[in-house]
């Protein structure tokens, strides 16, 4: 895991029209909230209306939100930037939803499954990597973001994450041949 206090590593990203998002263009925001999610994955499909509606409270807020799909294509076409740009407008994503064709993006994180959460301050400090909620496919707890909520509401108050953190859980990230990192 990314440990707490780590800097954001940086990146540029295409979405699925080309245009490339980079790290720097968050650098006025309060808070940078990085999502590592996919399209096909059964647990980002479970809390997706959830980021919607969490993108939609906290991006007035002065947070930034980025959503990274990292998984090989080739094995995972239902992946594809074309079909990103479909989930997006279906799920109602109003952050760019990034496409990370190399997989260094998701290496320099040290994501391993999707969805993984990482919450940066706003001098970038990573404060935050843990699970949504508690809510899982088929556990009938409610998709609420309440970890992550918490956790953005005190860096916007200017106070400490607590540090007892429950990682996220979900797919792993769909690795291209070759390509798997070698801290898994």
């Known amino acids: 895991m990314l440990p707490l206090g780590t800097t954001a590593p940086d990146f540029k990203l295409p979405d699925p029209d080309g245009k490339a998002v980079s790290l720097a263009d968050f650098k006025d925001k309060s808070a940078l909230l990085v999502l590592f999610i996919c399209n096909h994955c059964p647990y980002v499909k479970h809390?997706?209306?959830?980021?919607?509606?969490?993108?939609?409270?906290?991006?007035?807020?002065?947070?930034?939100?980025?959503?990274?799909?990292?998984?090989?294509?080739?094995?995972?076409?239902?992946?594809?930037?074309?079909?990103?740009?479909?989930?997006?407008?279906?799920?109602?994503?109003t952050f760019p939803y990034l496409y990370d064709e190399s997989q260094a993006v998701a290496k320099a994180y040290r994501a391993a499954c999707t969805p993984d959460i990482y919450l940066f301050d706003h001098n970038r400090k990573l404060v935050y990597r843990g699970q949504f909620d508690d809510s899982r496919p088929g556990n009938g707890i409610p998709v609420t973001g309440k970890d992550l909520r918490a956790a953005l509401d005190a860096v916007l108050a200017g106070k400490l994450v607590l540090p007892d953190q429950k990682a996220s859980v979900g797919c792993n990230i769909k690795w291209k041949a070759g390509n798997n990192p070698a801290y898994f």
């Open 47 to 93: 809390i997706r209306a959830g980021l919607a509606q969490l993108a939609r409270d906290y991006l007035p807020k002065h947070v930034a939100i980025v959503g990274i799909n990292s998984n090989d294509v080739a094995n995972y076409p239902e992946d594809s930037p074309a079909k990103m740009k479909l989930e997006a407008k279906s799920a109602g994503y």
